[in-house]
């Protein structure tokens, strides 16, 4: 593929942002090479600025369930820019939102919008604290909740592939408030509860890991945590911002029929655009101000133009109900591209992890459920299949622990395409 001028644009990037991005995932710093630079999109593909075409798997980090451009969100973004796009006060949109979300998900009685995930989880922080009057939070080991001080530490997404999965910068007295935990173990856990007594304000988790790897969970040890947090007066707080909306319309909280006390969620409910929000019991969000005394606000946050393509995403997911057939394309894609691994490399160990309409490779066939299941090989084999893919024409998340998902654009002969590439890249990575 020629990348004459995504090479161009990312040297005059670096010279003017950190890195070249304003991400660090984008700068391809966990697979090498150069970052494409995308021109437009559409349906399940992504055009880079060298004219080059390919399927996009990453789908806006998960955000995008029916694919680039679809034409009932873009049309509902089209007649909101037609009538303004920022407003600063109270508008209509954002309450039939509000309705749309508290009306179809039980335990969310009350939501208020935010700008991103990471706004989200650290209002949600402050608003477990003063509800409980503790001070410390408990997080899993590998959980990304944001670039929030606290939920820095052990943390997976960009962090992952560092050596101690830590961001610098962080105040100690932040560190010192957090209680980290490995996942899947009930020991730690109970330990963690007992030497900290009753100073937890909350557990904070991923029902479904997604940030360092997909990490299915075992359903016993999600229930032993809620009956846990019950027992002891802490607040659930369930991060879904990349499954909800996503696996189901209730996300992972549906799915498990375990209800947090909390929940936070991500730009999926926006239709891809900026968009957080967190929500759940009314007693406990009217700590909020006005009506308590916990304080959040944002200018932007309740947009119109990202209310307007949220409600259109609700209402198509609702009407359409698409995550049977999202479910049925992941799983078909994840046993076709096995096959293929199979008969190129016969028993070296590889798998495809999914669920839902996520998936995710790996060279290993052992259940992962913590950080400490990881494969040593992880890194060296997806920068192999990431490129292998990217030359061919498949856009994988940039991380060698990040899923990819499908999109309702991702028709079977969007799926024959993407085997037909991981077929040359078996071949050729086998000598064959």
Request: proline residues 5%; negative net charge; hydrophobic residues 40%.
């Amino acid at each position: 593929m020629k990348t004459v001028r995504s090479e161009s644009f990312f040297k005059r990037a670096q010279a003017v942002m950190p890195g070249g991005v304003h991400s660090p995932l984008r700068s391809f710093s966990n697979v090498g090479g150069t970052p494409r630079f995308i021109d437009h999109a559409k349906g399940p593909y992504l055009w880079d600025v060298d004219g080059n075409q390919y399927v996009d798997c990453c789908m806006g980090w998960g955000s995008l369930l029916f694919g680039h451009v679809d034409p009932e969100v873009a049309s509902s973004i089209d007649t909101m820019m037609s009538q303004g796009w920022c407003y600063g006060t109270c508008e209509r949109r954002a309450l039939e939102l509000a309705e749309l979300v508290t009306e179809h998900i039980p335990w969310v009685e009350k939501v208020r919008f935010v700008n991103s995930g990471t706004e989200a989880v650290m209002s949600v922080l402050r608003l477990a604290r003063a509800a409980t009057g503790r001070n410390k939070i408990l997080k899993f080991e590998g959980g990304y909740h944001g670039h929030v001080d606290p939920m820095l530490i052990k943390a997976g997404s960009g962090l992952a592939s560092t050596r101690n999965h830590n961001s610098a910068g962080l105040a100690p007295s932040q560190v010192q408030e957090t209680i980290i935990v490995p996942m899947d173990d009930v020991t730690a856990f109970d330990k963690a509860l007992s030497e900290h007594d009753h100073g937890i304000a909350a557990i904070i988790l991923e029902p479904l890991p997604t940030n360092y790897g997909v990490l299915v969970q075992d359903y016993d040890f999600l229930r032993y945590v809620e009956a846990s947090a019950r027992k002891n007066g802490i607040l659930l707080i369930f991060d879904e911002v990349v499954t909800g909306f996503r696996v189901a319309f209730g996300g992972m909280s549906e799915l498990l029929n375990i209800q947090p006390d909390l929940v936070v969620y991500g730009c999926a409910l926006g239709g891809g655009l900026p968009m957080g929000a967190f929500g759940g019991k009314s007693t406990i969000m009217d700590l909020l101000a006005p009506e308590g005394l916990v304080y959040q606000a944002g200018s932007l946050v309740a947009n119109p133009l990202v209310m307007a393509s949220g409600i259109a995403t609700l209402q198509k997911l609702l009407s359409t109900c698409p995550y049977g057939e999202l479910t049925r394309m992941a799983q078909k894609l994840a046993d076709d591209m096995t096959h293929v691994y199979e008969r190129s490399f016969g028993e070296k160990p590889f798998a495809i992890r999914h669920y839902a309409s996520l998936f995710w490779m790996t060279p290993c066939v052992k259940e992962i459920r913590a950080i400490g299941d990881m494969p040593e090989s992880q890194e060296a084999f997806f920068k192999q299949v990431f490129h292998g893919l990217l030359n061919r024409g498949v856009y994988l998340s940039p991380n060698a622990y990040a899923p990819a998902f499908m999109s309702t654009a991702h028709t079977d002969m969007v799926l024959e395409s993407i085997l037909e590439a991981w077929e040359g890249l078996c071949r050729e990575m086998a000598g064959e």
